[in-house]
């Protein structure tokens, strides 16, 4: 592209054209993921990788291989099972761990599911708050893990934007977002105190693009859910509603047969899917780019209010 | 991402053209007004990068007028930021067009928030630079450049921004660029690092030049800010550059398989290549080049893979493995640029750790050469680093280091500190001088590939460059030439008198500034009867009585013209003359 000569200054801006051979984006953003994965299994006694069964999941477990290989992957996966999880993600996460040859951690705050907390029972914050941050919470001092890898993206949400990819937690879990480390280079400070952790995002530079363009260059198994089929669903408005549990009926409430897909997997009452033709990674991207609503769209605690998502982190979660 | 308008969108053409994308990386900081958040909203917008969703959830809210988007609000992530309408932390940004994607380090611009853009700049290729057209260029503005040219970030586009406001003139724009390039060329004197820059009048507000070149002004026919980052040149090519691989672990899935982990931080490795394993100087040849994906025959920066070497060597993280025919320097000092951090200022000889690629070794500051105004370039003597501070250090570690200049090499020659007690991030620094060892362990000073810099004759000398004129009687001028000869300085003594100056005025002032240039203290002499010996360095003065040169202080037991000789010591220490104390023989 010609720059005028005019607002050209000590050198010149020589735009070559690109020479081979250059590393694109997701070489670049695997490049750098890798780097954050071995630094996060060696500078820590007791890591873990938080295991969702999701999209982000599934890549970023492939990449702890690759960082790996060809020895194995170094730490257990632990997933937070909430109750409400889809019977596909829980057979797919299975057949994951023992496939690839993985340590699977499995933890539920069984007190509270035994007590019939659900989102409609209590809201959605305090569901949230007892099945998932608490069950994390409880999880890490239970194992004593003093880093724990997460799945999330800087451009999910406004609040991860501000995430460092070594996310500081003190000894209650808690996230102050005026009080971060500086994070420089790829220079990541590992030190804690005793009870004090990190949670560590690899994929913080991934967007949701990059994620579905990786799968499919990668060939990254991810759960059927994604892909668009006929699936019974409470039909209300624009949403749709998955029938996995039965409270979720209102009274009288019948599911309709509706081609539709997830677009982001979640616990089943919470999740909606979206009507889509989408039955092939390729046809996910397309669909992407005509999007025109965020993934977390269809997830009911973002939008509880104003800045959810950060007093969620605040008190613990991802 | 109006693919899909065009008839003949496949999605198969454009998975390739992705494939193809390569990505870059820039920074923003701005003042509280001067339209930051607005221009990335902008940015964001106009690429379509921001979802209905959120669009609708700031849609009537901010300052704008009824029916118009704050695009300012598209950025500002947390509550306490909407509360009190600031941006309190670095926040990262993404968006992609048909030939790039971009990722933006957005970082505010409050006075104290120096740390936020040493942050953001140390990842960015590029930097926007943001100048209010109706206020000029302000302190916010040189602090950023200053940064990013101290961090080596390559490129400043400066938008030039409220354009609209200042009805889109041309003259006004003509002013703030002259006014800024000559800033740029100060602090590219003062960090010794080029700022290549361009210029661009644009209004995020109204969307002038942003995305979209504008027809509002005529008289700009240059491209719009989005089309200069498409076709900046992508991350520094490094692949020509020295080989370095920071090992971060050693894979021993069995006793047959041992690999050495790492991120290639520069240069090209092949099987075959002899390389060398820095601290302890054993070489050996790359025998494979593991991936996942299978054994490459070459591999460039900045790939994660493991190497495979042809024969046993003791390998541990945070070795260094570099080219045997261009290593790194060994060295237990360096000088380094320092940017500190952390409520609690520095404090010399206090033991902190020091993280360095993949490794974490104890480190001493030994002393504090200056700190620099990063808004007038001003160096004072400083004692201390208080938060948001610069300054010149030097660093001693306790154990051998393979290191490279941060100019040389930004992977190998950057750092942060950490402080071992409270396990604060409290600094980032920038190596900028090396000491090495010899075979005998004994200092010398780095060998590097280029010219002799400023700094490392700084570094073996103890001073740079200066004029110091001394006027009065002959044996106290002979008496101050030996005491710096005997430290070590290296001067250069000229009669302000000599004929040949006196034929040529100018002269000696030409002499003068080529012997500052090369680092030697000038001393223009002027021997004369006068009661009084007159020395004067960087503009200060210095008067002491010569009267009394012989009689002999009883208290301190040194004679006049002992004192006199340690006053002017004193003075080329103050004025930063000499880089530390101990340089100065004090």
């Not at chain 2, 493991?306 to 237990?332: F, H, M, Q, W, Y």
């Not at chain 2, 620099?372 to 660093?395: C, E, Q, R």
């Not at chain 2, 044996?475 to 000869?485: H, N, V, W």
């Amino acid at each position: 592209m010609p720059v005028a000569e005019s607002e050209r200054h000590t050198s010149p801006l020589q735009v070559t054209p690109h020479a081979p051979p250059r590393l694109s984006h997701l070489r670049l953003l695997e490049a750098e993921s890798i780097h954050i994965l071995r630094e996060v299994a060696s500078e820590f006694e007791r890591p873990v990788m938080l295991y969702s069964i999701g999209k982000d999941s599934s890549v970023m477990l492939r990449l702890a291989q690759k960082a790996f290989y060809p020895a194995p992957i170094p730490f257990p996966l632990l997933h937070v099972d909430t109750g409400f999880k889809f019977a596909e993600m829980i057979a797919f996460r299975d057949e994951m761990a023992r496939s690839i040859g993985a340590e699977l951690l499995v933890w539920r705050n069984e007190s509270a599911i035994a007590a019939g907390t659900n989102p409609i029972a209590l809201d959605t914050k305090r569901c949230c708050g007892l099945l998932k941050t608490q069950a994390l919470l409880d999880a890490l001092r239970h194992y004593n893990f003093d880093a724990a890898f997460g799945g999330a993206r800087r451009d999910e949400e406004k609040s991860r934007a501000k995430e460092r990819i070594y996310s500081f937690r003190d000894s209650a879990g808690q996230w102050d977002p005026k009080n971060q480390r500086p994070e420089l280079w790829n220079l990541y400070n590992a030190r804690v105190h005793p009870g004090e952790s990190i949670r560590v995002f690899p994929l913080s530079n991934w967007t949701e693009m990059d994620v579905w363009q990786y799968i499919h260059e990668e060939k990254i198994p991810v759960v059927d859910l994604y892909f668009a089929k006929e699936r019974p669903m409470y039909v209300r408005g624009e949403a749709l509603l998955p029938i996995e549990q039965a409270f979720v009926a209102r009274l009288g409430e019948k599911p309709q047969m509706v081609k539709s897909r997830l677009r982001s997997l979640g616990c089943s009452p919470c999740t909606g899917a979206i009507r889509s033709d989408a039955e092939t990674i390729p046809a996910i991207i397309a669909e992407l780019i005509s999007f025109r609503s965020s993934e977390r769209a269809n997830r009911v605690i973002d939008h509880d209010q104003e800045g959810s998502m950060e007093m969620k982190k605040r008190e613990g979660y991802f | 991402m109006s693919a899909l308008t065009t008839p003949a969108f496949s999605i198969d053409d454009f998975l390739q053209n992705e494939r193809e994308k390569d990505l870059l990386r820039f920074s923003t900081a701005g003042s509280v007004d001067d339209g930051k958040s607005t221009l990335i909203g902008r940015l964001l917008y106009d690429t379509q990068s921001v979802y209905e969703d959120q669009v609708r959830s700031i849609e009537g809210k901010g300052t704008t007028a009824p029916g118009q988007i704050d695009f300012a609000l598209l950025t500002d992530g947390l509550r306490a930021e909407r509360e009190q309408g600031i941006t309190i932390d670095v926040a990262y940004r993404y968006f992609s067009t048909a030939r790039r994607k971009f990722i933006i380090a957005d970082t505010p611009g409050h006075e104290q928030y120096t740390r936020n853009m040493a942050t953001g700049a140390s990842t960015a290729d590029a930097a926007v630079v943001l100048i209010d057209a109706s206020k000029g260029v302000l302190i916010q503005s040189r602090r950023h450049a200053y940064i990013a040219s101290l961090l080596r970030v390559k490129h400043v586009l400066v938008a030039v921004n409220k354009m609209d406001l200042i009805g889109y003139d041309e003259a006004a724009f003509r002013a703030i660029k002259a006014d800024f390039s000559s800033v740029l060329d100060q602090i590219a004197v003062d960090t010794g690092s080029p700022v290549e820059r361009i210029f661009v009048p644009v209004s995020a507000l109204a969307g002038d030049n942003i995305v979209h070149r504008s027809d509002v002004m005529p008289w700009y026919t240059g491209p719009s800010l989005l089309e200069l980052l498409e076709s900046l040149p992508p991350s520094i090519d490094t692949r020509t550059a020295p080989f370095r691989f920071p090992v971060q672990r050693v894979l021993r899935p069995d006793h047959k398989f041992r690999g050495f982990a790492g991120q290639i931080a520069s240069g090209t490795i092949r099987p075959g290549d002899t390389i060398t394993v820095l601290p302890s100087g054993r070489s050996a040849k790359v025998g494979r080049i593991v991936t996942w994906d299978g054994d490459l025959a070459e591999a460039i920066a900045p790939l994660s893979v493991t190497l495979v070497l042809d024969r046993e060597l003791d390998i541990s993280r945070g070795d260094l493995i570099v080219s045997t025919d261009r290593p790194a320097t060994v060295a237990k000092n360096a000088k380094a640029a320092l940017v500190w951090m952390d409520q609690r200022p520095l404090e010399l000889h206090r033991r902190y750790l020091l993280k360095h690629t993949s490794q974490t070794a104890p480190v001493f500051l030994t002393s504090i050469e200056h700190r620099t105004d990063p808004a007038t370039l001003a160096h004072s003597p400083a004692s201390t680093l208080h938060m948001n501070d610069i300054g010149a250090v030097t660093l001693n570690f306790l154990r051998p280091i393979a290191l490279d200049q941060y100019n040389e090499n930004r992977s190998i020659g950057a750092f942060i500190l950490v402080d071992a007690e409270s396990n604060s991030t409290v600094a980032a620094g920038m190596i900028t001088a090396v000491s090495s060892l010899t075979a005998a362990g004994v200092p010398i000073l780095a060998d590097t590939w280029g010219p002799v810099t400023a700094g490392e004759r700084e570094a073996r000398w103890g001073h740079r460059g200066a004029v110091v004129e001394i006027s009065g009687p002959l044996p106290l001028i002979d008496a101050i030439e030996r005491s710096l000869f005997a430290i070590g300085a290296v001067t250069n003594r000229i009669g302000a008198n000599d004929d040949a100056f006196l034929l040529h005025p100018t002269l000696l002032e030409i002499v003068t500034t080529l012997q500052v240039q090369s680092g030697v203290l000038a001393l223009v002499v002027n021997a004369n009867d006068s009661e009084n010996l007159v020395v004067r360095a960087d503009g200060q003065d210095l008067t002491l009585d010569a009267g009394n040169v012989d009689d002999v202080d009883d208290a301190s037991g040194t004679s006049g013209a002992g004192r006199a000789v340690s006053a002017v010591h004193k003075l080329l220490h103050s004025t930063g003359i000499f880089i530390s104390s101990e340089k100065a023989g004090l």
